[in-house]
Each structure stands twice: as structure tokens, then as C-alpha cells.
């Protein structure tokens, strides 16, 4: 893209947010002394999955959102301590109501298709024999992961954590199983947030919070492309207790990959 073109895209954003001001300055000024969202969000930063746009939401003060690659929900301290992120501490740490923390991923994600290519590679190599060992020589100084992710030590240290959080152990899970690479995917997209649903609840005390795990369907693996199934609520990843527990709620879709 040349530099002409970049500034046409910022010329073309601004004009959307002259009228984003039209409709939103005087709602603004009703929002000014604070925040007290229901949900907190955390999706991945996919240009296709439009975050603002999948649930329709156009209420201010309503969602609270966290978008990276992966979804991932974990971060590094300067010690190398793997701790919750603090965009998703933030509500459920200052809200005086109860909320939720919905962990949304999608069909189709590259940060788990990076994860999955990285180990495949990894396995491939001398050096490691299983999914699990790859963290454990990456720690210890006797591998290095970028030779096997092929990419910067930003995207490395994004990859290393979406295997910290377990999607080494998933891929483990799965390797046995006969299936194909796009498949292994999906259902690794699955589990990955089944994963930071776990992390979040292992590492974290919020009271009145609810944590739930969804799968944006971007690649219509679930059902129609667009579609947004929830996978996973407090660790409950049962489709039958899912669906128990979802029966009032007609427009909740229940599904998981692993359940057909
Ligand atoms: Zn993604």
C-alpha cells in the first residue's frame, strides 16, 4: 500500500467518525462519571471479526473489550509470571455488579493456526519428541522457538503463551485422532478457549463474575457463517449440561465440535 493510499483509508475512517460524532457526542456526555459494564469481552484482533459488530452492540457503558490475537487471556510480568491480563482484571476487580467474562474465538483463527504449525514443526525437529516438552526446553534456554515459529519474538512470546495456557496439551488431545489439518484447527480453536476459560478460573478470585466461552463461527463450521456458539461456562464444557443450564435462553446456541 503506498502512503497515498494509507491516508485515503484514514480519510475515509474520519468521515465514518464525523458521523459516529453526530450520533454519539451527546450520549457521550451522559457516560462521563465512570463505567459499569455487564460483559467483559476478549476476542481475537481478526479484521474479519468485526468486534463491535458480532453481538450488535451500540450501547455505551455496555461492553467492556479486550481484542489480541488468539483471544488470549494471559500475560507476562517482568519476572516471566504468567498472570491474568489486566484488561480483563479491570471490571470484575472495580465492578460493584455482577458481570460476566465471555472469552470469544473463532473458526479459522491464524494465531491457533501459527500455535498448531509451530508444534507440528517443533515435533518435526530433534530436538523435541512431545507437544509438552516444547515450553519446558523453551525455559529452560535449549530451544529456541522462534526458529520454529518463524516469526518475530512479539508473535513468539504470543504463540508461547497460547501454548502456556494448554493449547500444547490440546494438540496432544487431538494428534491421534485421524484428522485433517483444517480440522485439527477448528477443534484447537475450541479448546483454546475452553483453555482460557480454565486459566481465568484457576487465577483469578472475581466475586459476582460469571466466565463463559464462545466460538464466533467466521468459517461456518458450527452452522452458518457469522454465528456465535457458546462452548463453555465456568469450566462446563458437557453439551448436554450446556444445554440444561442454556434451556430458557432460546437464543443461545449451545454447540461443540467435540459433541458430534
Ligand atoms: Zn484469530
Known amino acids: 500500500m ?12 474520519s468521515e465514518k467518525n464525523d458521523e459516529h460524532v453526530e450520533e454519539f457526542s451527546d450520549k457521550l456526555k451522559q457516560h462521563l462519571d465512570g ?38 487471556t494471559n500475560s507476562l510480568t517482568l519476572e516471566g509470571e504468567v498472570v491474568p491480563s489486566g484488561s480483563i482484571d479491570y471490571i470484575p476487580e472495580h465492578s460493584d455488579t455482577p458481570t460476566g467474562v465471555l472469552v ?32 519446558e526446553l523453551y525455559e529452560k534456554g535449549e530451544i529456541d522457538l522462534e526458529d520454529y515459529t518463524g516469526e518475530t519474538k512479539g508473535i513468539t512470546t504470543d504463540i508461547y503463551l497460547l501454548m502456556k495456557a494448554g493449547l500444547d496439551s490440546s494438540y496432544k488431545e487431538l494428534m491421534d485422532e ?7 484447527i477448528n477443534r484447537l480453536v475450541e479448546y483454546n478457549v475452553d483453555n482460557q476459560v480454565e486459566f481465568l478460573k484457576e487465577h483469578t478470585d472475581y466475586e459476582d463474575t460469571e466466565i463463559l466461552g464462545a466460538v464466533y463461527d467466521m468459517e461456518g463450521v458450527y452452522g452458518e457463517n457469522g454465528g456465535l456458539y ?28 467435540d459433541s458430534a
Open 104 to 135: 470469544i474465538g473463532h473458526t479459522g483463527c491464524g494465531a491457533v493456526t501459527a500455535t498448531y504449525d509451530t508444534i507440528q514443526s517443533a515435533l518435526k525437529s530433534e530436538e523435541v519428541e512431545e507437544p509438552e516438552e516444547i515450553i
Open 35 to 72: 463505567q459499569d459494564p455487564e460483559v467483559t469481552t476478549i476476542l481475537c484482533s481478526d479484521s474479519r471479526v468485526i468486534q463491535g459488530k458480532i453481538c450488535g452492540n451500540e450501547v455505551l457503558g455496555r461492553e467492556f473489550s479486550h481484542e489480541r490475537i488468539g483471544n488470549r
Open 230 to 257: 457458546l462452548v463453555n461456562y465456568d469450566g462446563r464444557s458437557e453439551i448436554d449440561e450446556l444445554e440444561q443450564l442454556f434451556s430458557d435462553y432460546s437464543f443461545v446456541d449451545v454447540d461443540r465440535q
Open 2 to 13: 503506498s502512503e497515498k493510499q494509507v491516508f485515503e483509508v484514514l480519510n475515509e475512517l
Open 178 to 184: 485421524d484428522l485433517e489439518d483444517k480440522e485439527m
